[in-house]
């Protein structure tokens, strides 16, 4: 039988089983961060982002000490959504994230380029070795929540994340379009050969509130991401309208 790596559904008592070492990496000597969550997607476009940064504020305005790792190395978009234009710089202790205004760590590749519009053309091994200095180099501090705004899909850097990070659990970003469900559903198989847990999904630009009548439009028609989320076990299911103001805000750097 062929390999997949997940040992955990495996009955054979083979010597890579009983060898099988953890190869996460050990965060930065100044950082103390209690739990790590990703933000994935399976197609890009769908809000993942928008969902990180609303993650980091409303766990900081819960009173939770929080920072966002900005994985998305070739598509960064965290800062310009805090409307942080500062560099981050290095010191004898290791790169120091820039704050928002209400005090969220972030780090993103942007906070490191001479200019935000500078593209990243790098091959696949430089960009994964970005994301694990990002967890490595970083110096995070005490944080409660450390979250992951990964690129869209299922190749190199979300595997470095879940292989090199102690991912506590991840959170599926989607949109309503009827193809999405097999994308989706690809997420959640990989979560599962990693044994990393789904700890819900989030359907962005689920509905359109109509202004005048105050009713609901489902512009891409009728969801059906309950149904994925029973079928996988997923408890929590969240959804957000399309909405102008929340456009606005991630344009002016205003989502905080």
């Known amino acids: 039988m062929a390999c997949n790596g997940n040992c955990s559904t495996c009955s054979s008592n083979c010597d890579s089983k009983e060898q099988k070492q953890d190869i996460r990496l050990a ?75 209400k005090d969220i760590d ?18 696949g091994p430089v960009i994964a070795g970005t ?15 450390l979250f992951v705004d990964m690129p ?7 595997l470095t994340v879940f292989q090199s990070l ?18 989706v559903e690809k997420a959640v198989k990989m979560a599962t050969l990693m044994r990393i847990p789904v700890l819900g999904i989030v359907e962005n630009m689920s509905y359109f509130v109509c202004p005048n ?6 512009i891409y028609g009728e969801s059906h991401i309950e149904e994925i989320a029973e079928e996988y076990g997923i408890k929590h299911v969240a959804k957000i309208p399309m909405d102008a ?3 606005a805000a991630c344009d002016a750097g205003m989502i905080e």
């Open 27 to 101: 965060q930065n000597e100044f950082s103390n961060v209690k739990k790590v969550i990703g933000v994935v997607s399976g197609k890009g476009g769908v809000g993942k982002s928008l969902v990180t940064s609303m993650l980091a504020v409303s766990m900081q305005r819960e009173g939770y000490k929080t920072g966002i790792l900005d994985a998305d190395i070739t598509g960064p978009s965290i800062p310009k959504v805090f409307g942080v234009t500062e560099k981050a710089y290095g010191d004898e202790t290791g790169i120091q994230p820039v704050k928002t205004q």
């Open 131 to 145: 994301v694990k200095q990002f967890w490595t180099d970083v110096v995070w501090g005490e944080k409660d929540y």
């Open 245 to 247: 103001t929340l456009a």
């Open 152 to 158: 869209p899909g299922t190749g190199d850097v979300p």
């Open 106 to 123: 972030i780090m993103s590749i942007n906070l490191l380029l001479p200019d935000e519009t500078d593209p990243v053309i790098w091959r």
């Open 166 to 183: 102690p991912v506590d659990g991840i959170i599926i970003v989607a949109s309503p379009q009827e193809l999405v469900s097999m994308i």
């Open 213 to 218: 009548c105050n009713e609901k439009h489902y």
